[in-house]
């Protein structure tokens, strides 16, 4: 099946730092999807991105989708100890109709920061 | 609103048992999704609910794994005859209806199973 490659499966940066997390896919992707999960929690949606090329921003978070729509990112702007968790990227190449499920998890990025 | 719970919290068996673990989705969300969690590793596909459309049941990882949706609404993921490697977090997510792609997933707080 299809697949998303998310890298660096960890990362640890000092408070203050910023962090970027990546997501590939092989094929083109019809859209992704952000999840965030803190430690011990359930992951929380935090936004879809469908364009070619489009960014958007959420305070100190800024998404990008790639202009091939193959890959996407994740950066955060001086990171804080409430950013620690999990980062998920959840692609979607072709809905196929109602029934068939095509979204697919990245591995995340777990990120630590230390204060 | 309600958001999407999960019962029970934990859930501790002795191999060999069978499990259910139950899933309460968001009022009105016709799209339900089950995926099970191992310990600081991703999310694992088991199985999607669409409306009234057959399940996807393409993630199932053997035959002792069932689920079932009843009236739309609330859903049931069976486990029988479980092994220790059963032991995760079951998570559920619902969404609204998917057409031409996905909405956002709202996801359960999880079931904890461990099999002893």
């Known amino acids: 099946g299809q697949q998303v490659m998310q890298i660096p499966q960890y990362q640890h940066v000092q408070e203050g730092e910023d962090f970027t997390t990546y997501c590939n896919s092989s094929?083109?992707?019809?859209?992704i999807q952000w999840y965030k999960q803190r430690p011990g929690g359930h992951p929380v949606f935090l936004i879809q991105?469908?364009?070619?090329?489009e960014v958007k921003k959420q305070k100190r978070l800024t998404f990008q989708f790639g202009e091939a729509k193959k890959n996407s990112s994740l950066h955060i702007t001086a990171t804080q100890t409430t950013d620690v968790g999990t980062y998920f990227c959840?692609?979607?190449?072709?809905?196929?109709?109602?029934?068939?499920?095509?979204?697919?998890f990245g591995k995340g990025t777990k990120l630590s920061v230390i204060p | 609103g309600a958001g999407v719970s999960q019962s029970p919290s934990n859930k501790v068996t002795e191999k060999g048992k069978d499990v259910e673990l139950r899933c309460d989705p968001i009022?009105?969300?016709?799209?339900l999704y089950w995926y099970r969690q191992s310990l600081g590793q991703g999310l694992e596909f088991l199985i999607y609910?669409?409306?009234?459309?057959?399940?996807?049941k393409s993630g199932l990882p053997s035959d002792r794994f069932s689920a079932e949706r009843t009236g739309g609404s609330v859903s049931t993921l069976t486990i029988q005859r479980t092994q220790q490697e059963d032991s995760a977090v079951y998570l559920c997510?619902?969404?609204?209806?998917?057409?031409?792609?996905?909405?956002?997933?709202?996801f359960g707080p999880g079931t904890r199973l461990t099999v002893t």
């Open positions: 009022s009105g969300h016709t799209a």
């Open positions: 959840a692609g979607d190449w072709v809905y196929s109709g109602a029934g068939s499920y095509q979204l697919t």
């Open positions: 094929t083109t992707l019809s859209n």
């Open positions: 991105l469908v364009k070619s090329g």
């Open positions: 997510a619902s969404s609204l209806e998917a057409r031409g792609g996905y909405y956002e997933q709202y």
């Open positions: 609910f669409q409306g009234n459309s057959a399940p996807d």
